[in-house]
């Protein structure tokens, strides 16, 4: 059907991908798992549920901020491969700290005293894993891929990413505490013997200097990038968007609880169909631009991102509750209510087009850039990233703090997409321009 599936046959990338899925399915079943427990099950009010939500995301998020810096240098300057496997070894030690959290909040015994600071502390573990491991996915995808199977690798990677979020979704949505506590163990054993096939990915130039003050070496990191004009609005295309993702999923299990009347296993369903819906954006666009890295698809995707996030603000607006106060509706209950299928008809297309828009982007870090210094851009990337989705979750807060309905929140989102898709404009305008260098040259 794609003429990119070959890779997943191949050696060069098949452990990657299959490390990375484990991994995003791992972090999405345990962090869903954990939110919708404290959200239905220890919280009654819909402002402490959506900051538990948003502190959750926050302290996920943190590490991003914190650590890029030094994750893209050792991911330039070691052994990638070697990296991976490390990475995959601790996360092993983090989940069982997770499953320990989860079986307490199971059993119901220190709940708040214990459960929940375990559950928090293994999600910030969790969050300094995946620093260390995102700026190899895709940097690693040029040294082991041919120049035009790159944009299909990086479209693979992030549809992978996104059906496994979905998978790890579902099952939060659906298993007991004490099931998910044991099911993350053996995904994190299982992602630890997938990373033993990566193939080797030295570095480039051998024996260089790591510097480990991470303020100072965030800021060279950033300031390294502001002289490749494509691979600097790319970045802020992709922070800008990831800020309104962070809006967006911070308010999606409040919104289906208290507007919705739904039941979490509904709020793991709105999950599940964003995950479906980028996962198809980052196939379509791969198929659209046939292999070339280019953005110019990018502006008009998101434009359409804002005009669905506007629809699915109106649905959700004229959503009438046909359940007693105090109940909930399950899937087959919310799927019958008459206004269900716009509801979901909407979300799925704020995704795709979302994921029209931001798979290119990525493209543009590990492919506009010296291959020896592709790690690096990547983590400058998730360092801006971090601090937009940081931004986002205090916007949340932020909002609901100061009494702004959950739905009306919706509108900023589609704002905000405005302000992308000029972000993106300025990056074509830059695209167009280094080509039109290239060619005089």
């Known amino acids: 059907m794609f003429t990119s599936t070959h890779l997943l046959r191949d050696r060069r990338f098949a452990p990657l991908f299959a490390t990375q899925l484990l991994n995003a399915f791992n972090d999405n079943l345990y962090k869903n798992a954990m939110v919708l427990f404290v959200v239905y099950q220890v ?45 995959k070894a601790a996360e092993i030690a983090i989940m069982s700290v997770g499953a320990v959290g989860l079986t307490l909040a199971w059993l119901g015994m ?81 992602g630890y013997f997938t990373s033993r096939y990566v193939p080797t990915a030295p570095p480039y130039h051998a024996n260089q200097v790591i510097d480990r003050n991470v303020i100072r070496s965030s800021i060279r990191l950033i300031g390294n990038t502001v002289h490749n004009r494509e691979v600097f609005y790319a970045i802020l295309a992709i922070s800008f968007f990831w800020t309104i993702g962070a ?12 507007v919705l009347m739904a039941s979490k296993e509904v709020a793991s369903l709105f999950l599940v169909v964003f995950s479906i819906g980028v996962a198809i954006g980052s196939v379509a666009v791969n198929m659209l631009l046939k292999g070339t890295v280019s953005a110019r698809y990018s502006p008009v995707s998101v434009i359409f991102m804002g005009v ?84 986002g979750s205090l916007l949340a807060l932020g909002l609901s703090a100061a ?7 919706l509108l900023l989102s589609a704002a905000m997409c405005g302000i992308s898709a000029w972000l993106g404009h300025l990056l074509v305008r830059a695209e167009r321009h280094a080509a039109a260098q290239a060619a005089a040259a």
Not at 247 to 258: C, D, E, R, T, W
Not at 342 to 367: C, D, K, N
């Open 308 to 391: 669905f996030v506007a629809a699915f603000y109106v649905v959700c607006h004229n959503w009438t509750n046909h359940v007693p106060e105090g109940e909930l509706l399950d899937v087959a209950g919310f799927l019958a209510e008459p206004l269900a299928p716009l509801v979901m008809g909407t979300l799925l297309l704020i995704a795709i087009a979302g994921g029209m828009f931001v798979v290119p982007l990525y493209a543009f870090l590990t492919t506009k850039v010296d291959p020896s210094e592709a790690s690096r851009a990547v983590a400058a990337n998730n360092i801006v990233n971090s601090g937009a989705m940081v931004f």
């Open 403 to 409: 009494g702004v309905p959950l739905v009306e929140q």
């Open 110 to 190: 220190l709940t708040e005293v214990l459960a929940i600071p375990l559950m928090m502390l293994a999600l910030l573990a969790m969050g300094v894993h995946s620093t260390f491991f995102g700026p190899i996915k895709y940097a690693i995808l040029p040294q082991h891929l041919k120049k035009d199977e790159v944009l299909a690798g990086t479209g693979l990677v992030e549809a992978g990413t996104y059906l496994a979020i979905m998978g790890g979704t579902i099952l939060a949505g659906f298993l007991d505490e004490e099931v998910a506590a044991v099911l993350i163990i053996l995904v994190a054993l299982v």
């Open 247 to 258: 809006v967006l999923f911070i308010q999606f299990p409040p919104l289906a609880k208290n």
């Open 43 to 87: 919280y009654n009010s819909p402002a402490a549920e959506t900051v538990f939500s948003g502190v959750a995301s926050a302290v996920f998020i943190l590490p991003f901020f914190l650590f890029s810096a030094l994750a893209g240098q050792l991911a330039d300057m070691r052994d990638k491969a070697v990296i991976i496997r490390t990475v």
